[in-house]
């Protein structure tokens, strides 16, 4: 497994922007597909965005298209959320997962797919 540590959350008013950052180490990196979820209280994890191991396939929940885009950097072993246009339903706290990428296998959208977690980051957002 590889292991996952988050960071960039924060509170920010409604129309602001934050960057979550997810660091990875342990295993070889690019051999990941990587996730972002969140879960808000009260409420299931959901899936927020995903990458394929080369970056070349980008997948986004309906929610965040057009705001959020997660992009990733194989030789800083980083994966990035940028989010903008934040709502106050984006109060969450965000996860990052990883799974060994097996695009005939994984839909990429499912958390029961990916088998490494973080340990999330609180993201708050005021109206």
């Known amino acids: 497994q590889v292991q996952l540590v988050e960071s960039g959350g924060g509170l920010v008013q409604a129309g602001g922007s934050l960057r979550l950052s997810c660091a990875a180490s342990g295993r070889t990196f690019s051999w990941y597909a990587m996730g972002w979820f969140r879960q808000a209280p009260g409420k299931e994890r959901e899936f927020v965005a995903a990458?394929?191991?080369?970056?070349?396939?980008?997948y986004n929940t309906d929610s965040v298209k057009g705001r959020f885009t997660i992009s990733r950097d194989n030789a800083k072993n980083t994966v990035w959320l940028q989010m903008n246009s934040l709502k106050p339903e984006d109060t969450a706290v965000y996860y990052c997962?990883?799974?060994?990428?097996?695009?005939?296998?994984?839909?990429?959208?499912?958390?029961?797919?990916?088998?490494?977690w973080g340990q999330g980051t609180q993201v708050t957002v005021s109206s």
């Open positions: 997962a990883a799974e060994r990428d097996s695009p005939r296998a994984l839909t990429y959208d499912s958390a029961d797919e990916y088998s490494s």
């Open positions: 990458i394929s191991w080369s970056g070349g396939s980008t």
